[in-house]
């Protein structure tokens, strides 16, 4: 099959299913992974859609499901992308929050209603799965957003350095939820208001 038709494929199954995972469109289509991804690459560049963690997710041009918001949805500060945290949510629906203090906050407050969240590693800018990252609380350096700060690595071995250089404590993403959470509760800082 020629990579076209794998394109016209993958945009079949996207318009019908609304997003996949890279495994089931290369179970369909019987390619690699690799394949898949490199299928997508023209279909991303088209915007037709727009990759998650593992997947990928219809862009509905016509509607402002996927017009994200440059203010928090938790806070309303500007976004900042190197601090972002995205939640999907059902309905093909994105909510960001400009960074982990106010995404781990709105992630609680939506429990099983996240499909997925995405945030950046704190070191290498690539985006990682919110579940799976290591987070890092009361260190000394300022990002100059939500208090507590939170910063988020992908690899719990920096995140242990990071701590060794600049101070703090790792928790896990469990752990980080209810900690953020527990440290809000009563605080008149940053996002309180909305408890």
């Given at each position: 099959?020629?990579?076209?038709e794998r394109q016209n494929r993958i945009r079949e199954f996207i318009?019908?299913?609304?997003?996949?995972?890279?495994?089931?469109?290369?179970?369909?289509?019987?390619?690699?992974?690799?394949?898949?991804?490199?299928?997508?690459?023209?279909?991303?560049?088209?915007?037709?859609?727009?990759?998650?963690?593992?997947?990928?997710?219809?862009?509905?041009?016509?509607?402002?499901?996927?017009?994200?918001?440059?203010?928090?949805?938790?806070?309303?500060?500007?976004?900042?992308?190197?601090?972002?945290?995205?939640l999907f949510l059902p309905n093909n629906k994105i909510e960001m929050?400009?960074?982990?203090?106010?995404?781990?906050?709105?992630?609680?407050?939506?429990?099983?209603?996240?499909?997925?969240?995405?945030?950046?590693?704190?070191?290498?800018?690539?985006?990682?799965?919110?579940?799976?990252?290591?987070?890092?609380?009361?260190?000394?350096?300022?990002?100059?957003?939500?208090?507590?700060?939170?910063?988020?690595?992908?690899?719990?071995?920096?995140?242990?350095?990071?701590?060794?250089?600049?101070?703090?404590?790792?928790?896990?993403?469990?752990?980080?939820?209810?900690?953020?959470?527990?440290?809000?509760?009563?605080?008149?800082?940053?996002?309180?208001?909305?408890?």
């Amino acid at each position: 099959m020629l990579p076209i038709e794998r394109q016209n494929r993958i945009r079949e199954f996207i318009l019908e299913k609304q997003n996949m995972k890279i495994s089931e469109l290369s179970k369909e289509i019987g390619v690699s992974e690799m394949t898949i991804h490199r299928d997508l690459k023209p279909l991303i560049d088209e915007g037709i859609v727009i990759k998650t963690f593992g997947g990928v997710t219809l862009v509905r041009e016509n509607t402002n499901e996927f017009s994200v918001s440059e203010a928090c949805v938790f806070c309303s500060r500007k976004v900042n992308e190197r601090l972002a945290y995205r939640l999907f949510l059902p309905n093909n629906k994105i909510e960001m929050t400009c960074c982990a203090h106010c995404g781990l906050l709105r992630h609680r407050q939506l429990g099983d209603k996240v499909v997925q969240a995405i945030c950046p590693d704190f070191f290498r800018q690539t985006t990682i799965s919110a579940p799976l990252a290591w987070y890092v609380m009361d260190t000394s350096v300022q990002m100059g957003c939500c208090h507590p700060q939170v910063l988020t690595f992908e690899w719990k071995e920096h995140a242990d350095k990071f701590v060794k250089g600049f101070g703090g404590k790792v928790y896990s993403f469990s752990e980080a939820i209810e900690t953020i959470f527990q440290k809000m509760n009563g605080n008149d800082q940053c996002c309180s208001k909305h408890y």
